[in-house]
């Protein structure tokens, strides 16, 4: 084990993040365009820390909460999470030859993710208690920290962790500037997104609220260790959400950001407390930077929360209008 | 729900707290007697927080775990949170009638807890679910703060908020003034700690764990609440003590402090770690100015853990010999 917290502690140092916080300037939002959106945010912020304002918020009680697959980091073409899945497919397959004749193993290990797609969400969920289970949280944690640092997103071929919106990273460190405590809350693996929440997005991994597998503690003749079970604990997703920031934190935030339905629940929760609230959608209608989709999309699909958004003035982020830049910049 | 928050930021308010944490002074432990407890206590905490010291730790992995019954406030001569549960009773039963006639409800309304505590793990645990359940959660913290307000110890006539361990708020003071993260991880309910662990030890809600009943979104006419289901989720306690760290904190502490076996892996885990770590037990010692049980007590048993403590080269913490005093001045 101290090997590989060691080998952890390595791989987690020369992750590949491109751009990083943004220096310190006048402007804190330096990628965000003038205009509505732009003024909604930085005036639900003034308001809240301004202790001559009726909106004033102490700042103990300043914690909001980001989505993060498609509002943090891009989520096309499929889940991050589901790409490290699939992956990992090759390696489990050597030790278990036997999946290599099963679907929807077998036409993944040729390339072909129909039949998996085809099998929707139970299929999906086979697929990752297979490559996350069955090993203890150092080793998985080792594993993930190692593809992330040699996997490339399939169109723009960049590492995964370069995929994050530079503009939410701005957001970021700019409300953490203004006290605010920020948590991610995501239907994401917890200990997926833990191994490299701290040195991308600047928060720690006590303040990463996810979906979790069941996991035991066992006392080896070399110590104790915690071994993940492929079973499913809690999803943070939908109706989840203000279950697991009850459970995580155990206060309402005053702002929630979310890009899609499973996010709906999560901005009702944070915008229904009393004083002043932000709810925010990040809207995905930038096709030639980014991807454009919406209503009818099977990857964060956002119907229900638009409508509920719109009416009830909930802040929706434009990606072509309201940002300037969608990613870091590429690391010479 | 407006109403009851704001109910509850009153309550809360005005909680009784006795001393509060020590004022700034030369000697951070001025409630710790000298001698090898004090400074190993002391040995630890200058080892990780010198830069130039082999042992020392960055800031963000400064974590520290405090169980809470027997290790911050007192335990005895019952669970203060079952104190609370057989209080609630008198109310349910005005409101469910039918329980007055069965056991151990009948008892503990005559004042005779012999069924309850017969009826062991099972009848608590059914007693518990009976007061602390079908209800919003806003709902439970309210009648928590209110509880907390009114109630008085058995035998000392204090608030409850006034049992803590005058040592223990200046030690969690001292270490947080040296970086360190602390965090509650306890068998109690989650819900119930956080309304005062505050305001008590300065600990905020996000930092306490414990365990947890199945909570459920649902969405009403006056808007969402989150409502308390009679059912287990999580018991946060032996085994369960690492699970429970790993869920919400995601890495693993470096000082943990218990005073039960209930605390035995969390101090496993804890120690186990590579790197300087500090394993430490309070000892129950004090017949006289608080309670001495470890071996054969039902409450708080100690044994395996003392033996391991006492091996591994943990610090036994003696009440009587290490602390000036045991609680927090009595307000005039």
Not at 110 to 136: Q, S
Not at 214 to 223: A, D, L, N, S
Not at 252 to 279: C, H, K, V, Y
């Amino acid at each position: 084990m101290r090997r590989l917290a060691c080998l952890l502690a390595t791989l987690t140092v020369t992750l590949p993040v491109a751009g990083g916080l943004p220096a310190q300037s006048a402007d804190p939002l330096p990628s965000w365009n003038e205009g509505t959106t732009r003024q909604q945010i930085i005036s639900f912020v003034e308001a809240v820390t301004d202790p001559d304002s009726p909106d004033f918020v102490p700042e103990d009680e300043r914690i909001a909460v980001f989505d993060n697959d498609g509002t943090l980091w891009a989520e096309q073409p499929i889940y991050f999470q589901l790409a490290f899945a699939i992956d990992r497919v090759k390696t489990v397959a050597e030790e278990k030859p036997e999946l290599k004749e099963q679907e929807p193993y077998r036409s993944i290990l040729k390339g072909d993710l129909k039949p998996l797609m085809a099998g929707g969400e139970h299929a999906i969920l086979e697929v990752v208690m297979a490559t996350h289970a069955d090993m203890t949280t150092d080793e998985f944690a080792a594993i993930v920290a190692d593809w992330l640092k040699t996997a490339r997103h399939p169109t723009t071929g960049r590492p995964y962790t370069e995929m994050v919106y530079q503009p939410m990273l701005e957001l970021l460190a700019y409300m953490r500037a203004n006290g605010f405590k920020t948590f991610i809350v995501s239907g994401g693996g917890v200990e997926f997104m833990r191994v490299f929440s701290e040195q991308v997005y600047g928060i720690p991994p006590e303040q990463v609220i996810g979906s979790t597998i069941v996991t035991k503690f066992e006392m080896r003749p070399t110590g104790p260790v915690l071994i993940r079970l492929p079973k499913i604990d809690f999803i943070d997703d939908k109706d989840g959400k203000p279950v697991g920031i009850n459970r995580n934190i155990g206060r309402r935030p005053i702002a929630a950001f979310g890009n899609s339905d499973g996010d709906l629940q999560m901005l009702e929760w944070t915008t229904a407390g009393t004083g002043r609230r932000l709810g925010a959608i990040v809207h995905h209608t930038d096709a030639r930077r980014e991807w454009a989709y919406d209503r009818n999309s099977h990857i964060g699909r956002l119907d229900k929360a638009l409508d509920e958004g719109r009416k009830d003035g909930w802040t929706i982020i434009d990606m072509k209008d309201d940002w300037k830049v969608i990613f870091p910049p590429v690391r010479p």
